[in-house]
């Protein structure tokens, strides 16, 4: 039995969020689930070659031509498609491609989408067989066993183009699922949750990955958030350290260094992060990780291992500074407490990053202004704004529904998700896109005082000091050579860097600060200011890679291609430096 994973494509653009781009965990715990017992299954993303992947001229074209190409060649007999509301219309298009070129396949929907939108696809996709809803592991093995069975005993899965009857019994007996059952659709209710997560395999034994998550669940009850509903308990489950512990290992042993740890609510167990830190401090796997939680779970004496441990960054969902927003929003948290938990974040040497959302139920301009003021306090050292949207699952979605503001079939559309100012009869896109775009002008011309607000904290023995070195030349990377570079909403970018730069110095040598000077330097073509950072940097670190190549490219700029042979020579085998090589080679000969 060969199943196949798919992942299909958004609808639109993604030009900074390359998390789009990224295969679901859920389906590299489905695979490797299978491939544990033997079934042959492999994983297809599509979003790279979608709209969603615009740099790559991404289509709908492209992604429907790569499954088209594919489900050809595999010839599977389960096609399971992981769904979401931005990817629903590419899945449908997938699986109508699929019928014709495999018409006794047997297409699978799941993810959040499928399991919140289940009357809708069966209705809008005829080609559409099985939904597994919520957590999907104990459902989707049962299934692959239950066609497997069929499959050996008569030859097909399908007989006149719907699901053969015995298969349709056994399918009955099955937990958690949505099928279509002749002219109708038969659910057969909640699905089993797995109780020990340890339980399951890992996929790093089979796949390359760079998403991780700890737990499923979240304590919270986000309105705009489907999470809730779609695990089907308010239990927060959770991976010992131990297992993912040895999933990170496995991974960084195939050359993964950084990781994005996307639990809801990461720091909500200490004891367990604790733990985890202390396995990734020892094994010094040299790693890097970002997670996310909320700010009434954040505890001061955790933070510094995971720091140690590896952590650069924590994504926070502020959502609002208004109290009834946060209400309305099911996030009522106190905003002493926001700032508070940004003040520990960022004395650790972590990046505390904020979200914010605007456009909710009651949106005014004096709330939008009670969320700069609170965004001040804060002092975000990167921040998202979302206009609020909505789609079904959440507790949003459904008072929508109920107001009479919208229906399923508005999914018929070519839409990703629905923004609530098109719902809502008090709003107007205009107003909404101002508010957006006062948030942002907000935090561009307060960045500067916040990298300012930066106040690290300082332990007796001065053991944190590399990786505040660490932490503030990663930051000033971001004004020099990164987005704040590019971006000129920023002002005084440069001079910032410069500073954070500085300040890192002050802490530890670091090799990226020392770089980071040199280039400053480099591109004012001064190079004899570029060369004496460089040399700095270098009597600490002499085989530094790119402290090495940045000082070649001082001395070819000056003429002296012999001394900048001696430097790049080192790393002859990186075929990035074989131009450079090759123009010092023939300088040097004439």
């Known amino acids: 039995m060969k199943v196949l994973f798919v992942n299909p494509s958004c609808q ?5 969020d390359p998390d789009a781009l990224q295969v679901p965990i859920g389906l590299y715990y489905l695979a490797a689930g299978l491939l544990d017992r033997s079934r042959i299954s492999g994983i297809l993303n599509l979003a790279p070659s979608g709209p969603a992947n615009p740099s790559a001229k991404g289509s709908t074209e492209k992604a429907l031509a790569l499954f088209t190409q594919a489900a050809t060649q595999e010839q599977p007999d389960i096609i399971g498609f992981s769904v979401t509301s931005p990817t629903r219309l590419n899945a449908m298009a997938c699986a109508d491609k699929a019928r014709q070129i495999l018409p006794d396949a047997l297409i699978v929907f799941g993810g959040p989408g499928a399991t919140f939108m289940a009357d809708f696809l069966f209705d809008a996709c005829p080609a559409l067989d099985v939904i597994v809803k919520g957590e999907g592991e104990i459902s989707t093995t049962k299934l692959v066993n239950a066609a497997d069975k069929i499959k050996n005993r008569f030859g097909a899965i399908h007989q006149g183009q719907v699901l053969r009857a015995e298969l349709v019994q056994d399918l009955c007996q099955i937990p958690g699922i949505v099928f279509r059952r002749g002219q109708g ?3 057969t209710g909640p699905g089993e949750l797995i109780q020990d997560l340890d339980t399951l395999p890992h996929p790093s034994r089979y796949f390359t990955y760079q998403h991780l998550a700890m737990s499923r669940g979240c304590p919270g009850r986000c309105t705009f958030c489907g999470s809730p509903k779609f695990w089907g308990t308010s239990l927060v489950r959770r991976h010992s350290p131990q297992w993912l512990f040895e999933e990170i290992k496995a991974l960084s042993r195939k050359g993964v260094t950084h990781f994005f740890i ?3 609510t990461f720091t909500m167990d200490s004891d367990a992060v604790k733990a985890l830190c202390e396995k990734i401090i020892r094994a010094d796997l040299g790693i890097s990780w970002n997670a996310i939680s909320r700010v009434d779970y954040i505890d001061e004496t955790v933070l510094g291992l995971m720091r140690r441990a590896g952590c650069i960054q924590i994504s926070f969902g502020i959502e609002s500074g208004a ?5 309305i929003l099911g996030k009522p948290i106190d905003n002493d407490i926001c700032v508070a938990a940004f003040d520990k974040v960022r004395a650790a040497g972590i990046l505390p990053r904020a979200y914010f959302i605007y456009g909710s139920p009651g949106e005014t301009d004096a709330t939008i202004q009670q969320s700069i003021d609170l965004m001040i306090r804060l002092g975000p050292l990167s921040t998202v704004f979302y206009m609020l949207v909505t789609f079904p699952g959440t507790a949003l979605y459904n008072r929508a529904v109920q107001k009479g503001w919208t229906n ?3 999914w018929h559309n070519a839409i990703e998700d629905l923004p609530w100012w098109d719902l809502d009869p008090n709003m107007d896109f205009p107003r909404v896109k101002v508010w957006g775009d006062r948030l942002r002008q907000a935090f561009f011309d307060h960045l500067g005082e916040f990298v300012n607000r930066i106040a690290l904290d300082q332990d007796k023995d001065n053991a944190s000091a590399p ?3 660490d932490f503030l030349s990663r930051l000033a990377m971001t004004f020099s050579h990164g987005e704040y570079a590019r971006d000129n909403r920023v002002r005084n970018a440069e001079q910032i860097a410069v500073s954070l ?8 040598p670091c090799p990226r600060a020392f770089q980071g000077l040199s280039m400053i330097y480099q591109k004012k073509k001064k190079f004899a200011e570029a060369m004496a950072f460089l040399d700095k940097g270098l009597a600490h670190f002499p085989n530094d890679k790119d402290l090495c190549v940045c000082m070649g490219v001082c001395l070819m700029n000056t003429g002296n291609f012999h001394g900048a042979l001696t430097y790049f020579t080192p790393f002859a085998h990186d075929p990035a430096l074989g131009q450079y090589i090759s123009i010092c080679k023939q300088n040097v000969t004439t």
């Open 501 to 508: 730069f500085e300040k890192a110095l002050q802490f530890h």
């Open 262 to 264: 996307s639990d809801d």
């Open 185 to 187: 659709v038969e659910d």
């Open 467 to 469: 990786l505040h070195a």
């Open 12 to 16: 639109d653009p993604r030009v900074t």
């Open 323 to 327: 109290e009834p927003i946060k209400k």
């Open 408 to 410: 399923d079939g508005v």
